[in-house]
């Protein structure tokens, strides 16, 4: 089988996979997202000749840049490539507003959340969060550019600032819990590895921002909520955060369709590369 590896780079994951793939006796190529082409008319693509696609990221672009790497992913599929994720799906997670509306359609708990543009419907959404919000960028992951807002003249100044750089405010409401949150990596419907985060001194938990991670077994009523939001935005191959709040309540936080597992992998000695290849293979397969 050979595997196109979609990257903007050859980082730690696309190793990984390449290491995977040599086991399995596939050829897995890295192919920058950046350099893609495509055309109408003409066998122009440069995915041609690939048996399936894994997406590692989303690199930033302008909109006309992300909306044709969007186009040309829905293309292979509709060509009958295999892409993990699938397109939509990638939509959807990339789109923090988007995917806390799929998972709250599907009766998953997520924070309370309002999203607008405008500094003083922000301010109001503050008040009415109870003070306490995670300012968040409704594009990015791994922590990067979150932050707790918890007294009204850090809020006017932060919301000002980011409606003046036409930023779409989205804030959540601060859920308090116990210093530390769970990441599950979902493959085809089951868990096939997780993580307790605990956080260094504050209260971010992201290992990229200083978490610190360890295996664990989730229990049933943990898998459920975790399997359930990556079924609810179309994702196969999921990471799905989850925090317990000290209301006893575990709240789905987030659902990256392009996930990591450079922390969760030594962290719990599963090979996920691994089993993200062997499930392609089976989707190629059975078409």
Not at 78 to 87: D, K, Q, S
Not at 117 to 142: M, R, T, W, Y
Not at 211 to 235: D, K, N, S, Y
Request: charged share 20%.
């Amino acid at each position: 089988m050979r595997v196109a590896i979609l990257s903007a780079g050859t980082g730690w994951h696309v190793h990984d996979l390449q290491r995977a793939a040599t086991e399995l006796d596939y050829e897995a190529v890295a192919v920058d997202f950046r350099r893609m082409r495509a055309g109408a008319g003409t066998n122009s693509s440069t995915l041609a000749g690939f048996d399936g696609v894994v997406v590692r990221t989303m690199p930033p672009g302008s909109l006309e840049q992300v909306v044709f790497r969007m186009d040309l992913l829905q293309r292979l599929q509709a060509e009958g490539v295999i892409v993990l994720n699938p397109p939509r799906a990638i939509e959807i997670c990339v789109d923090k507003y988007l995917a806390s509306a799929c998972l709250e359609e599907a009766g998953i708990l997520v924070p309370a959340t309002i999203v607008c543009q405008h500094a003083d419907a922000a301010l109001e959404a503050f008040e009415a969060l109870g003070g306490d919000v995670i300012v968040k960028p409704l594009f990015g992951s791994e922590g990067r550019g979150m932050i707790r807002v918890q007294d009204l003249e850090t809020a006017w100044r932060a919301f000002r600032t980011l409606e003046r750089l036409q930023c779409v405010l989205y804030l959540q409401k601060f859920i308090a819990h116990i210093g530390w949150d769970l990441r599950a990596f979902v493959v085809n419907g089951r868990v096939v590895a997780a993580m307790k985060r605990r956080s260094n001194g504050g209260w971010r938990t992201n290992v990229a921002q200083g978490g610190v991670p360890e295996p664990i077994q989730l229990t049933q009523a943990q898998e459920e909520p975790a399997i359930r939001a990556a079924a609810a935005v179309g994702a196969p191959v999921a990471g799905v955060d989850l925090l317990p709040g000290s209301d006893g309540e575990l709240y789905v936080l987030e659902v990256n369709a392009v996930p990591g597992w450079r922390a969760l992998a030594p962290a719990t000695r599963v090979d996920i590369a691994l089993l993200i290849l062997q499930f392609l293979a089976s989707r190629v397969r059975h078409g």
